[in-house]
């Protein structure tokens, strides 16, 4: 090396930047900070990442930005099919309660709260399902009056959102379950849908040769006064794409047949969904 000065090692490099942040007065935000300098310079290491592709990399995560706006999240779609949304969920959730899932793009707060039983989309959105179940604790008493906030997209793969021919709220509804912890609503049965892959993260699932589909689900938050709440989706046990799930968000234990309905059943339905939910105590976090 000129003037026999050793060249500085990528692990001096790390060192230094790792104790320029040293600093940081706030203790949570010092260890995030830390932790990511840290991987991100072992991600270089590791991969001896070269100066073209570090210049595509910022291109690629400034047009993901580009392309976010009220209408749309290019970067939550981009940590959704990386399972980096699903691995936070998985993190973060309380033992003992129903698994959790993605909440996902389409999240409409404000649903209109409806009746017992009562059916959330129009006749043309698919074939008719009842869902019904029970909340309970983690004891396994019932949860009376818990709030189940429910949303799903229609026979076309739309939401409501994103189809202008759906009326505001379709296929959305809020239910509360009775003294016994029991909840019913009838819905229709849903489809399996492509998310977005006109924008950036669609050339990422392209160059990976990755599918682009969600496996068909029924969205439901739910939730009570002195429990976590859960948010989390009902998968169809019949859905060719559970497997390749382009967000990572199917779980076993979330999965239900559609099953035809038996003689106790309703008649006016094709199918019949059983799922229970368990919520732990706590605050919401
Ligand atoms: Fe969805």
């Not at 932790?35 to 100066?51: Q, Y």
């Amino acid at each position: 090396m000129m003037d026999g000065v050793a060249a500085m090692t990528p692990q001096e490099l790390t060192e230094q930047v790792l104790a320029a942040h040293a600093g940081t007065p706030q203790p949570r935000l010092r260890a995030l900070l830390a932790a990511l300098v840290s991987h991100l310079h072992s991600f270089a290491v590791e991969t001896r990442l070269t100066p073209l592709e570090w210049q595509a990399g910022v291109e690629f995560l400034t047009a993901v930005g580009q392309q976010c706006g009220p209408e749309r999240q290019e970067f939550i779609l981009l940590s959704d099919v990386l399972g980096f949304s699903s691995l936070v969920d998985i993190l973060n959730a309380a033992p003992a309660a129903t698994e959790s899932t993605v909440l996902g793009p389409f999240y409409l707060a404000g649903a209109p709260k409806r009746e017992m039983g009562e059916q959330i989309g129009r006749p043309q959105d698919g074939p008719p399902v009842l869902v019904r179940g029970r909340v309970r604790d983690g004891s396994g008493e019932p949860v009376s009056g818990a709030i189940l906030d429910v949303w799903q997209a229609g026979g076309n793969g739309l939401y409501d959102t994103q189809d202008p021919d759906q009326p505001r709220y379709n296929l959305r509804g809020m239910f509360t379950t009775g003294p016994d912890g029991s909840y019913e609503f009838r819905t229709v049965r849903p489809v399996s849908y492509p998310i977005p892959t006109d924008g950036r993260v669609g050339d990422l699932l392209r160059a990976a040769r990755r599918d682009h589909w969600r496996a068909a689900h029924i969205h439901v938050i739910v939730s009570s006064p002195g429990f976590v709440p859960v948010t989390t989706h009902i998968f169809d046990a019949d859905n060719p794409y559970l497997g390749s799930d382009a967000v990572f968000g199917v779980r076993e234990s979330l999965v239900r047949k559609f099953r035809p309905p038996g003689a106790d059943d309703p008649a006016d339905v094709d199918y019949v969904v059983n799922m229970d939910f368990t919520l732990a105590s706590g605050d919401e976090s």
